[in-house]
């Protein structure tokens, strides 16, 4: 039988990234999962059904984050003020190590989880650490929880400390057996993860290809995240024409669908490739600010019709909710403005879009409330005193910018309610 | 009878910008709301005394938010992608004429210094409106409050929708009458506030520095936020030599001592009699971003010497939290030194000596817990699961950049506990 689901309250999303859709005082009808429709007066056969009625708060989609560290948690915030390497081989790895150890992984995880649910991203692109037992637990999490995620074994055999990678071997065996156990799971599914180029052999990048191409999985890294990285590049692989041709080389795009951070840096030549390939980028302003890279040039990606999407990318980001990178997204594209006129700054409306529909993409039809897309949403109180005085587009502007986990008082994936 | 209270804990706090003071597992023993010491193992005298053991968690100076407008606080987070004179009209001036209804006044500035509070600001230097009655209702919460406080009735007599105009002589009869309610309290009291040139005749502004001489009362303003508004102070003064003269040629400052919030854009000259005067330069790095004005050149200024603190500026910025405009004035310098290496990002000891000891000395002997300070204080609470693993100064950090009120377990103002 179907299973119908109807909410009621003040409703909102992007269908394009220009444009606010509104529904002020209106049902949306979920059927099996998935928008029916929405009204504004409820048809006659629905009369009989029970409906959750949230009255003046807003319902939006959910936030879709498309890169971060689940294992970097814990140091969200920590040695922001260090030099990329340092800050890596203090905190970074030192903290992903850790995760070899099952107690550790289960309880740092499950404070993630929930703090990334409470956030209101309910679908995310996630590198968890080298542990292949590490990121076993964080898959059983995030299934037990009930929200979307794709999650990466965090692929390294080379340049990194070694008490963090592997050998190219146990890499492939530990990826293939979480492959093996959760490719057929319905919402928290694997994802091919060379953490980036510099720490991964060659052998390492082609049997990841391969592995992407015998499962028909998608891929997620980093790309172009600053100029001292992308020289490094040039310097290991001699042989490649520019970053991107790394992963070209090893069959890590085109095939199947693929997700590269940060991109801050672009040749025309990558970004002609990358557009062509569909591969999707993700802004990851907090990160970009923190670590020094720069600020990606945003709206000429967008002019060029490239896929983007946003990431918190903690722990080089320090904000795990996603409502701070959309409005760090709009402060860096105004500061891009001041000295590049020709780059006008985002709207609300514009990053909104990237962090839900946007990303969403990458999941299928997630992020809108048009007919057809899961029903996965965020109901949000705001302060009753602006309720009268403000628009609805104003209030989830308000929202964005200031508010918290504190304002999410429900979340549904799929049309089931999570918490 | 001598009043002493002894707090425990791990406590941090800046003497000068370069260097975090930290004590771990240590006693602050204060007397009568001073510092008195604090030491490591507590001396026999202070044996009887009961001590409040806040543990592992960090006791910190609390904030002192420099330029605030508590009149704009129901708009935090809204009309950010706005033009400047859109966001003032359909925005900011509208909202502020509201608080000529003094019921509105009391709910909207109780729920301000309930958050203002609850974030960890306990000493500001406020903009109410241009309304008097409002205003005093602003004194009167935050005296019951308990916080200390500079508040300001805007003066503007021109150039600014009639509904929040007053006549130079309405606009200097309120002034002053509140001056004379509340010129004796300890620890709210009144500033002199033109809103900033533009919008005051000269025979207003000349009131008012007779006013801040005849009552020895400090003054605050704007002062070079972005380009055009430069530009429409040479319009509108065409004598002055550049924006700071219109407050010097009317005794704004010099004689008493004197905020003045932005300085984004300062000339050499400028520069060089704002050092002189000892005029407090107030960064507001959110405001900055979100109108668009650019970036303080913060790190130029703190080499020439220049006194300088932190402000959340709601509703140009929309955090009233001024631990977020730590981080963000952190991000911007970073940014600032991609183009210009030579000014070196700012430090976390740095921002947070600005959000404490350095905007403080505009209130004396606070913002510091060396001796002869007041003991305003906040005890932090962070993730328990952090505490071993990380240093004190990392766990501050931590705070700086991902916490908000509810890390916050006590405060206190002047050794009283307030909440």
């Known amino acids: 039988m179907e299973k119908i689901l109807i909410v009621k309250g003040n409703i909102l999303f992007t269908k394009t990234l220009d444009k606010l859709t509104v529904y002020k005082d209106s049902y949306i009808v979920v059927k099996d999962s998935i928008v029916e429709a929405i009204y504004k007066v409820l048809p006659q056969k629905y009369m009989n059904y029970q409906i959750k009625d949230y009255k003046e708060k807003l319902i939006i989609p959910s936030f879709v984050d498309l890169h971060l560290h689940a294992a970097q ?16 081989n203090d905190y970074t790895f030192d903290l992903e190590k850790e995760f070899k150890n099952e107690e550790f992984a289960k309880e740092v995880y499950t404070k993630f989880a929930d703090k990334l649910i409470a956030s209101g991203t309910l679908r995310a692109c996630i590198f968890a650490s080298s542990s292949t037992a590490g990121t076993e637990i964080l898959f059983e999490i995030l299934k037990a929880k009930g929200i979307g995620a794709y999650i990466g074994k965090v692929n390294m055999d080379s340049n990194a400390p070694d008490f963090i990678l592997e050998s190219t071997e146990d890499s492939i065996d530990g990826t293939r057996y979480l492959i093996e156990k959760y490719k057929d799971e319905p919402l928290v599914k694997p994802i091919i993860t060379p953490r980036f180029a510099p720490t991964s052999t060659n052998k390492l990048l082609k049997e990841l290809g391969s592995l992407a191409k015998e499962y028909a999985l998608p891929v997620q890294s980093h790309l172009n995240e600053n100029l001292d990285e992308i020289r490094w590049v040039q310097e290991l692989f001699p042989n490649a024409e ?22 801050v840096y672009l040749s025309d030549d990558e970004t002609e490739i990358i557009k062509r390939n569909n591969v999707i980028l993700v802004h990851c302003p907090d990160s970009n600010i923190n670590v020094r890279s720069g600020i990606m040039p945003l709206r000429k990606y967008l002019n060029l019709g490239l896929k983007i999407g946003l990431g918190s990318d903690i722990a080089g980001g320090h904000k795990i909710a996603l409502n701070e990178a959309m409005v760090r997204a709009i402060q860096l594209s105004k500061l891009l ?58 209030r989830l502007e308000r929202f964005i910018y200031i508010g918290d986990d504190r304002n999410i008082i429900a979340r549904y994936v799929e049309g089931n309610k999570i918490t």
């Open 73 to 88: 948690f814990l140091q969200c915030g920590m040695g922001m003020t260090k030099q990329l390497l340092d800050w890596l």
């Open 242 to 263: 520019n970053y991107l041709d790394v992963y070209n080389d090893n069959s890590l795009f085109g095939q199947t669908p693929t997700i590269l951070a940060h991109g």
């Open 337 to 394: 403005s001041l000295s590049n006129p020709e780059y006008t700054p985002l709207t609300v409306s514009e990053v909104f879009y990237l962090a839900t529909k946007g990303g969403g993409e990458f999941f299928g039809k997630v992020g809108s409330f048009e007919e057809g897309y899961f029903f996965d949403a965020l109901v949000i109180e705001d302060d009753s005193l602006t309720a009268d005085r403000y628009s609805l587009e104003d």
